[in-house]
């Protein structure tokens, strides 16, 4: 059975950390690309981070990029998602996603498997 399960959220004071991991179990990382979304209350769900199939190729939104790291252990075929300098608007549900292919390329797929979330909530 394929599965994606994310553990990691919590609550957290701005400018905290957290580290979010998704768990994947009925195939390899080697045969997906891993997406890393997100869904604020009232908000549409928005990409926040991918890594390729080989691990290679990797790609964050605008805003994430320079506080947020995408990185996987192949051998307990788990993605985390390293998260710094969190802030209020960063609350939301994350979820990981996947999608089969080798391309060196991980967004802009329509994703095949959805993990059930973890809530992150920043907040003094």
């Known amino acids: 059975q394929l599965q994606l399960v994310e553990s990691g959220g919590g609550l957290v004071q701005p400018g905290g950390s957290l580290r979010l991991s998704c768990a994947a179990s009925?195939?390899?990382?080697?045969?997906?690309?891993i997406g890393w979304f997100r869904q604020a209350p009232g908000k549409e769900r928005e990409g926040v981070s991918c890594?390729?199939?080989?691990?290679?190729?990797?790609n964050y939104a605008d805003s994430m990029k320079g506080r947020f790291t995408i990185s996987r252990d192949s051998a307990k075929n788990t993605v985390y998602l390293q998260m710094n300098s969190l802030k209020p608007e960063d609350t939301a549900v994350y979820y990981c996603?996947?999608?089969?292919?080798?391309?060196?390329?991980?967004?802009?797929?329509?994703?095949?498997?959805w993990g059930k979330g973890t809530l992150v909530t920043v907040s003094s």
């Open positions: 890594i390729s199939s080989s691990g290679a190729g990797t």
């Open positions: 996603a996947a999608t089969f292919t080798l391309s060196p390329r991980c967004h802009g797929y329509v994703m095949d498997y």
């Open positions: 009925g195939f390899t990382l080697d045969r997906v690309a």
